[in-house]
């Protein structure tokens, strides 16, 4: 019996951290409804994907994940890529609860480190969008015009911002 409440206990605590819940992802280079039909088809070949809603005027994909799956950023820009598309926005919504936040500090979220660029100190809780920053997760002329100090995204570190 106890070994069932602590189990539960543990579980309850995983529950409670920052979860991603889902990504709105933004692709360029699409012409046609063929075109989106094909990210959508590479995006649900990832095992961590439940289901993805295409907005073909926006040219944006809301991704859903399978509970409890690990979710892999740097797959999801590949699969698009590799449907001959780029990404130009990546926004993740976040169940916070109670995660502090200081610029240029990486926290820990799922299996992501996320190093929040130019935000206050603060504490996150609820769920709140990130956008990430990196040199493929936005389009290449925003890249440019904003480059960042350093790339991370290497070392599983990503530049996101509130």
């Keep these: 019996m106890k070994n069932i409440l602590l189990l539960t206990a543990i ?6 951290k920052a979860q991603v819940a889902k990504v709105d992802l933004q692709a360029s280079g699409l012409t046609c409804s063929m075109c989106s039909n094909s990210i ?7 095992d961590f994907i ?3 809603e295409t907005d073909i005027k926006r040219y944006t994909f809301e991704i859903f994940f399978k509970p409890g799956a690990q979710i892999d950023f740097d797959k999801i820009r590949k699969k698009v890529e590799g449907a001959g598309f780029s990404v130009s926005g990546f926004m993740a919504t976040i169940n916070f609860n109670n ?11 799922d299996n992501h480190q996320l190093l929040f660029v130019n935000q206050t100190e603060q504490s996150l809780n609820g769920t709140r969008q990130v956008r990430l920053l990196d040199k493929g997760f936005v389009s290449s002329k925003e890249y440019k015009n904003k480059p ?15």
């Design 11 to 16: 579980l309850i605590s995983m529950a409670t």
């Design 148 to 162: 960042l100090t350093q790339s991370l995204t290497e070392a599983g570190i990503y530049h996101v911002t509130l």
């Design 99 to 109: 995660v502090m936040i200081k610029d240029n500090e990486p926290v820990t979220i």
């Design 40 to 46: 959508n088809k590479a995006l649900k070949t990832l």
């Design 50 to 52: 439940d289901k993805v």
